[in-house]
């Protein structure tokens, strides 16, 4: 599964940035959660967001919540991340994750964890 993410960029302290999650896959492959993390310098890598397949159900970090919003639209193979309020303390590379399996084996379905190449947020304050 190939995954590009695109939305990235400079902000001020208050803005807004809508980031995107491009998914390419062979059509054995079944994408079940979805989500965007972050890694800021000198940190680990964190949890922002996360949505199951249908969209149903979501989870997010503490320190977004009530700013953020993740969704995806599955006709599209795309998983976006709505960012309002932003923070100096968001700016980041944000990356995107999707988990799921490929079915294209004989007996047993083959799971799969993949990255994108991450986009970077930098929020000025």
């Known amino acids: 599964v190939q995954l590009v993410e695109s939305g990235g960029g400079l902000v001020q302290a208050g803005g807004s940035l809508r980031l995107s999650c491009a998914a390419t896959?062979?059509?054995?492959?079944?994408?079940?959660?979805m989500g965007w993390y972050r890694q800021a310098p000198g940190k680990q890598r964190e949890l922002v967001a996360a949505i199951t397949s249908d969209g149903g159900s979501t989870n997010y970090a503490d320190s977004v919540k009530g700013r953020f919003s993740i969704s995806r639209d599955n006709a599209k193979s795309t998983m976006y991340l709505q960012m309002n309020s932003l923070k100096p303390e968001d700016t980041a590379v944000y990356y995107c994750?999707?988990?799921?399996?490929?079915?294209?084996?004989?007996?047993?379905?083959?799971?799969?964890?993949?990255w994108g190449q991450g986009t970077q947020v930098t929020v000025s304050s």
């Open positions: 994750n999707a988990e799921g399996r490929d079915d294209s084996g004989s007996s047993f379905p083959i799971p799969f964890d993949s």
């Open positions: 896959a062979g059509s054995t492959f079944k994408i079940n959660i």
